[in-house]
């Protein structure tokens, strides 16, 4: 009897064990939660920095969720869905746009608050996130009297997500550090649906401090968000992915263009070809619409211009070959010239269609 008394608590304990067992190779099998991991990512930068928590109860299933200060500058088809989505993660947002209707547009629609300057928008907050137009859009935003850098505390991290110069983000990281702030430069790619849904990818560059401290904001509108390296590596990055644009887009031009005068059915076509090694973001998203004529969406021709200038400029400082570039650069200076500057990239189809009429 004793004996088998043994025999049958061995087994219970290993019976034990092996579910013990199976329950922690389960619990390592699961996925880390992207939210709560931000979520104290962030709340330990708070803690370390000194800066306020408030406690968001709406969020996260009824448990507390951390809130920040944040200053969204610049409300353009980019910033606006952006600033929504910090809005609606529930942080304390306040926002500025040069023309004060947009700004108030974008409370009525998300809540939030608006300010007259950029300074007004950034005073307190932790975090200030811009995205306007260009080098000299950027510079007023952040210097002067009524500049964000002027509003700004101690320790706070200006983050800018405009395509820009590494020159101009050079100077602002040196005059942030001079301040005592911090200043991460991170371009975005994705397009307007990409920021309504929160699905960019974000190439950054600066310090890896003030990277880890902006990467749980990023992420509420991110699908991918990186940092590449010191400051300026972001902005390169950038250059690197409108590059490849360019070429793709014109690629896809040519081959759709190809298929009309070879009498083939454009949608057909690229529903054999996408499936293969010809296919892109490009061909998945754009092909319809330029088979229909449809340009009047989507990342416009003198954005492009400009963020191809920048690439065009700089190859010549780093001694980089750009033919393809340069060449796809003067085809949209002739859409400009139709009249296109506002349509859509992908109206170099347009362009050939022109060409040959």
Not at 307 to 316: Q, R, S
């Amino acid at each position: 009897m004793l004996v088998v008394f043994r025999q049958g608590a061995r087994q219970q304990e290993i019976k034990a064990h092996n579910h013990q067992k199976r329950q922690h190779d389960r619990t390592a099998r699961q996925p880390k939660k992207p939210f709560e991991d931000r979520r104290h990512a962030l709340t330990r930068f708070h803690l370390a920095s000194g800066h306020g928590i408030v406690r968001n109860p709406r969020r996260d299933n009824g448990k507390e969720a951390t809130m920040t200060k944040l200053a969204f500058l610049g409300l353009g088809v980019m910033g606006f869905p952006m600033a929504g989505h910090l809005q609606a993660a529930g942080h304390d947002v306040c926002v500025y746009n040069r023309s004060p209707a947009k700004a108030e547009d974008w409370v009525s629609k998300h809540g939030g608050r608006s300010a007259p300057t950029p300074r007004d928008a950034a005073s307190g907050a932790d975090f200030v996130m811009a995205c306007v137009g260009n080098d000299d859009d950027l510079r007023s935003v952040c210097l002067g009297p009524d500049g964000a850098f002027a509003g700004m505390k101690e320790g706070a991290i200006f983050v800018d997500h405009t395509t820009v110069s590494a020159k101009v983000t050079e100077e602002l990281y040196g005059k942030a550090r001079d301040g005592g702030l911090s200043f991460v430069d991170a371009p975005i790619s994705g397009g307007q649906a990409g920021a309504e849904n929160g699905q960019l990818s974000i190439m950054c560059g600066g310090d890896q401090a003030a990277y880890d401290a902006a990467e749980p904001v990023m992420n509420t509108y991110a699908k991918l968000c990186r940092r590449i390296g010191v400051s300026g590596a972001g902005q390169m990055t950038k250059m690197c992915n409108q590059i490849a644009i360019a070429g793709l887009v014109q690629g896809l031009s040519e081959a759709l263009h190809f298929a009309e005068e070879a009498g083939l059915d454009g949608r057909s076509v690229v529903e054999v070809i996408s499936q293969g090694a010809a296919g892109s973001w490009q061909m998945s998203n754009r092909y319809e619409t330029m088979l229909d004529d449809a340009f009047e969406h989507g990342f416009a021709v003198d954005w492009m211009r400009k963020d191809l200038g920048i690439c065009l400029a700089t190859a010549e400082e780093t001694g980089a070959s750009l033919p393809v570039t340069a060449l796809v650069d003067q085809f949209y200076k002739d859409v400009q010239n139709m009249g296109g500057g506002r349509w859509d990239t992908s109206s170099l189809f347009k362009r050939l269609r022109k060409v040959k009429g």
